[in-house]
Structure formats: C-alpha cells, structure tokens
C-alpha cells in the first residue's frame, strides 16, 4: 500500500465530501457508520492526497482526528458506561451532519436539473415592457447626456461644498457603498438618481457611489426608469 | 366576460399575480377567480396554445410551452444566473431550512462559507438579519428574487418532489418546521418596506 502510485483521486471539497464518499463507497447505513473501518481509510485517502501535493484543508485534519479518537474509545476493553454514552453520541452526533451533509448535496444536485429545466420556460412578455427596454443610439445618446449633466450639477455642488468644509480623506469603497445604497433602496422603494449621488461628501464617493449603483444595475438589483429629464431607481421585481 | 377579463389582466402584468391581486383589480370575488384561473390553464394546455398558464410562488403568469424553448430563446430574454454549485448548494439549503446562522451553514458544510454568503447577497439572492438568538448573529434567508428566478416551479413543490425522490428524506434526521412556512419568511427585508 505504501508504495502504490495514485495518478488521480476524486476531488473532495472537504472533510464530510470525503467521508461520505467512503460511507457510500462501502455500502454502510449512514446512521451506523463503522468507524474503525472508515478511520482508516480516511488517513489513507489524506496521505494519498498528500503525496499528490493536494493542499489539505484544516477541516481534513479535524475530522481525522474525530474518527481515530473515536476507534480508540470503540478499541478501550472495559468501558464504564458513562463512556458508552459519550461514544454514542459523537456517533450519532457524525452520523446526523453526514446525514444532513447528503442531503445539502442532493437538494443542490436536484435544484441544479430544476434551474436547467426552468430555462426553457420563457415568460410571457406583453408588448410594453419590451419597449422601454429595448434602446436605440439616439436613446442611448441623450442618456449618456444626461447622466454627465447630473454629475456636473452634483459634482458643482460638491466643489462648493468642499471649499466650505474641507473634508479630511475618508476611505469609500464600492462594497459598503452597494450595501449602504441597497438599504437605502429597500427603505425609499424609488428614488431619483441625483438623490443617490447627492449624498456624496466630495468627488471620490460620488465616483465611489456611481460604481456602487453600476454595479448594482449590472447584478440586476436595481432598475432605472427614465421619468421627464431624470431617472429613477427601483428594485428591480416591484 | 370574467374569463376573458381575467385574461387581460394576467396578460398586461409583467409579474406573476395571485388570486386575491386578481379579485381585487377585476372585482371578481376570489372563488370566481380561482374557478376561471383553474379553467384557463386546462384551456392552454390544450396542444392549440403555445403559452401555458402557470402557478408559481408569487401567483399566476403565462409561460411558454417547454417544447417551444428552442424556438421561444431566439427572441426572449430570459435572465439567467450562472451559478457553481457550491453556490446552489448553499442556496438551496437556506431555502429549505433557513432562516439559518453563518455558523450552522459552515458546521453543515464543514468548511467555510463566507465567500460564497457574501456573493449571494451581492446577487441579491439572499438576505441577513439580525436574529435574536444568543449573540444576536445574522440569519440568512432566500428573497423574492431567488424564488422568481424558480418561476413557473414552487419552490414548496420542489421540495416536495426531492422529499419523495431522495430516501434521505425521508426520516432519519429531525426537521424542524416544513419548507412551505419557510417561502413565506423568506421575503428579503427590502420586501417589508412595501
């Protein structure tokens, strides 16, 4: 066994992957595992993991440890019953995450074939809808327009406004700006685009701010209706 | 016509609408309603019709038929997610059992799971709210969004189908409270401000 040469292994994704694989492997009810057989081949599989250069999450080594404290208390002679007990339930306590671990596998394996199938149902669009989305050059132009006008307005404003306060560096970044401006959407329902960019304390959280809502708008959070000259956000599915 | 108005309806809504939407833009009282809605999507189904009349979990909306999807994808846009199946995973299993901590998903998983919860709430798929258990960690659960993207299946259905399919299931471990009561939680916060 020492010498054997392994060219591939399955990937496992982590310690409960591969336990599972070797329950399953041998054929045993997940409720009764038998551990001194599954002990064992759990450290073979890590060490042939090893010699193929596998970098071996943390997790691997828990778990080994779990399994061969658990043979050598199933290998003590004379157990008191208290010991029985706590045997039984490290037991019972693997058998129930390996039980709920399958589950987790097969409900993402099953909901995979339904997303597949649910691709091939198309929603009934009535006309309406799909003009507004649909945009031509000439649309897209005034957009582009307008939207550098609302940035001239605010960032006006802004330079204004900075020459009053004098701001000390802050640190923005696009993530807490996304989470800042999703809470701030699910309060308000809608809100013009300006108010979004208003807040802005100086010109790099408003570009800081303006990539958030990009970004939102390209995940499909947040929908932009054009309303007279400016537009408004919403979330998207209202 | 109630039939026929109950069609319009349905037909100028870009969202699935329930029977009591339906009663209340029609003034058709809901039994009616649900009376002609059964009616109609035995009608669609008939081989004539390439639409079909669908229940899902937000309501009632017209799809088109499966066989058509070929044809139905060169002209429609239908937004579609990519995503891994560690992703879908993680999903799925807040969907049947959550609202749960980042804790019990991570002792479930063995692994950590930060990654994957932080870009599905970037998705928007999920969402987090402080529970008041001990500690006051977040709770995560599906949103609206995730239960569209399932459009025309429910989500309470789907479950139903893996409990019947998948011996696991079936016993063995104890559940606490059923997936349907859980559809109903599931609306993401922003939902409340409705």
């Given at each position: 066994?020492?010498?054997?040469?392994?060219?591939?292994?399955?990937?496992?994704?982590?310690?409960?992957?591969?336990?599972?694989?070797?329950?399953?492997?041998?054929?045993?009810d997940?409720?009764?595992?038998?551990?001194s057989i599954i002990a064992d081949e759990f450290l073979d599989y890590i060490n042939k993991m090893r010699k193929l250069d596998i970098?071996?999450?943390?997790?691997f080594m828990v778990m080994a440890s779990t399994l061969m404290e658990m043979k050598s208390r199933a290998l003590l002679p004379r157990r008191t019953e208290r010991e029985e007990r706590e045997l039984e339930e490290m037991k019972l306590d693997l058998s129930r995450r390996l039980m709920e671990y399958k589950k987790m596998k097969e409900l993402g394996k099953f909901i995979k074939e339904k997303m597949e199938e649910i691709s091939k149902f198309f929603p009934v669009k009535?006309?309406?809808?799909?003009?507004?989305?649909?945009?031509?050059?000439?649309?897209?132009?005034?957009?582009?327009?307008?939207?550098?006008?609302?940035?001239?307005?605010?960032?006006?404003?802004?330079?204004?406004?900075?020459?009053?306060?004098?701001?000390?560096?802050?640190?923005?970044?696009?993530?807490?700006?996304?989470?800042?401006?999703?809470?701030?959407?699910?309060?308000?329902?809608?809100?013009?685009?300006?108010?979004?960019?208003?807040?802005?304390?100086?010109?790099?959280?408003l570009l800081v701010i303006f990539l958030a809502f990009l970004e939102l708008v390209k995940i499909g959070f947040i929908r932009i209706h054009e309303r007279g000259d400016t537009f408004i956000l919403s979330l998207e599915g209202d | 016509m109630n039939r026929a108005l109950i069609e319009a309806i349905l037909f100028s809504s870009s969202k699935p609408l329930s029977i009591p939407e339906i009663a209340r833009i029609s003034g058709i009282s809901k039994d009616e309603v649900k009376k002609i809605v059964e009616e109609m999507i035995?009608?669609?189904?008939?081989?004539?019709?390439?639409?079909?009349?669908?229940?899902?979990s937000r309501g009632y909306k017209f799809f088109t038929k499966p066989q058509y999807s070929e044809y139905a994808e060169k002209v429609a846009e239908r937004k579609t997610r990519d995503l891994t199946i560690q992703q879908i995973e993680v999903l799925a299993?807040?969907?049947?059992?959550?609202?749960?901590?980042?804790?019990?998903?991570?002792?479930?998983?063995?692994?950590?799971?930060?990654g994957i919860l932080r870009e599905l709430l970037n998705m928007g798929l999920i969402s987090r709210?402080?529970?008041?258990?001990?500690?006051?960690?977040?709770?995560?659960?599906?949103?609206?969004?995730?239960?569209?993207?399932?459009?025309?299946?429910?989500?309470?259905?789907?479950?139903?189908?893996?409990?019947?399919?998948?011996?696991?299931?079936?016993?063995?471990?104890?559940?606490?409270?059923?997936?349907?009561?859980?559809t109903e939680e599931g609306e993401s916060q922003r939902d409340n401000g409705r």
């Open positions: 066994m020492k010498e054997e040469l392994v060219f591939s292994l399955p990937k496992f994704e982590g310690s409960l992957d591969l336990l599972l694989y070797l329950v399953t492997k041998h054929k045993m997940i409720m009764d595992i038998q551990v970098n071996l999450a943390s997790d009535v006309g309406i809808e799909r003009r507004v989305e649909k945009q031509d050059e000439e649309r897209n132009r005034k957009l582009l327009e307008r939207i550098r006008e609302i940035f001239s307005i605010v960032g006006r404003e802004l330079s204004l406004r900075e020459k009053v306060y004098r701001i000390k560096g802050e640190r923005y970044s696009v993530e807490n700006k996304m989470n800042w401006i999703k809470q701030k959407m699910s309060m308000e329902k809608c809100l013009p685009l300006e108010e979004l960019l208003k807040t802005a304390k100086d010109k790099l959280e | 035995d009608e669609y189904e008939d081989e004539k019709h390439g639409i079909q009349l669908r229940a899902s299993y807040i969907a049947y059992r959550g609202p749960i901590t980042r804790k019990e998903l991570m002792e479930l998983r063995g692994k950590s799971v930060d709210r402080r529970s008041s258990k001990k500690g006051k960690p977040y709770e995560y659960r599906i949103t609206r969004r995730f239960e569209e993207m399932f459009e025309p299946f429910k989500l309470e259905e789907i479950f139903r189908e893996v409990e019947e399919v998948h011996p696991a299931f079936r016993g063995g471990v104890e559940k606490e409270g059923g997936p349907s009561d859980k």
